[in-house]
């Protein structure tokens, strides 16, 4: 069989990693600082029938403090990512980092890695500081990865607001922190608006399948918007199983999102092996989950798949 398309994977290179810790970063959305390279991926992957990982910085990214720093760390890491992609041909890709919330610079660093790099899209988290997606200062990125029909992996972050002692964001926060950019991508219509855009929100969209109607019917109230026009947008969304492809959450997910709009992601090496393990199980006969509705995605990987 062909393997599985992971588009929800991360890397530490170990530049990354130090630069985290220098910052007092050791446990980014509460979990400790996995080991990772790019070997051990590779090996992860053979252990799990995963074909290609499509590679990203998680959660805080690369602006942190008064994001000196931002321009250059994005720019080694998104080499550093384009650079293995070239060196293990079909095993891995790029959603390259950018530098949110400085939007000038995250603009530059978009079209370099999209035209330059031939990154496979980017990856822009939930809110940077409490700016979230959606917000109209965003647009002029939104033009630039609509004109290039960009794919863009919404990836959460730590909550604007302190943290409940107890409670990892990982476990719950980083679910809300999808579904409040999910809300105003659709209130500020940029669905519709970047047509060109193509989102993949993370760990199944958070709470956006189970609470659609909800949220639908806030934005109805907000905007006067057609109400199944609104639960278009929201279904229109490309969702990863990541964390997610739980007895519970997987059916609601697929009764929910699009038809080829359900992809697979594995969340390494923030998500253990054991993890990795529960939550490929359910999903592991579906061919369209594990690698036919990502090629429609990105089509470079239909012409360099290769069998496991």
């Given amino acids: ?18 630069w985290l810790r220098d910052h007092g970063v050791h446990a980014p959305g509460g979990r400790e600082l996995p080991e990772w390279s790019p070997d051990l991926a590779l090996e992860l992957m053979g252990r799990h029938g995963i074909a290609t990982a499509i590679l990203s910085l998680s959660t805080p990214g690369v602006h942190l403090d008064d994001g000196a720093d931002a321009p250059a760390l994005a720019r080694g890491m998104n080499e550093f990512g384009a650079e293995l992609v070239k060196d293990h041909p079909g095993r891995f890709g790029l959603f390259a980092t950018l530098t949110l919330p400085d939007v000038d610079t995250a603009l530059a660093e978009a079209v370099y890695a999209l035209d330059e790099l031939s990154a496979d899209g980017v990856i822009l988290l939930a809110n940077s500081r409490g700016l979230y997606l959606g917000e109209p200062s965003l647009d002029p990125l939104m033009t630039v990865l609509d004109e290039r029909s960009a794919v863009v992996l919404v990836h959460p972050a730590d909550l604007p607001g302190p943290a409940v002692p107890g409670i990892p964001p990982f476990a719950a926060d980083f679910l809300l922190d999808t579904t409040r950019a999910a809300f105003n991508l659709v209130r500020h219509n940029v669905p519709r608006r970047f047509p060109g855009i193509r989102f993949i929100l993370g760990h199944a969209g958070g709470f956006v399948p189970y609470a659609a109607h909800r949220l ?13 026009e609104v639960l278009d947008d929201l279904a229109g969304f490309f969702f990863d199983t990541a964390m997610s492809a739980s007895p519970a959450a997987l059916p609601s997910l697929l009764a929910f999102a699009k038809p080829g709009h359900v992809l697979y992601g594995s969340d390494w090496p923030f998500a253990p092996e054991p993890a990795v393990a529960y939550f490929t199980a359910p999903i592991q006969d579906s061919e369209d989950i594990g690698h036919h509705n990502a090629r429609t995605l990105f089509p470079r990987l239909t012409r360099s798949s290769r069998p496991l």
Avoid: E, K, N
């Avoid at 069989?1 to 130090?18: F, K, L, N, R, S």
């Fill in 1 to 18: 069989m062909t393997g599985h398309i992971d588009v929800h994977t991360h890397m530490i290179p170990t530049g990354y990693a130090q």
């Fill in 216 to 228: 639908a019917l806030s934005v109805f109230a907000q905007t006067g918007r057609d109400l199944d």
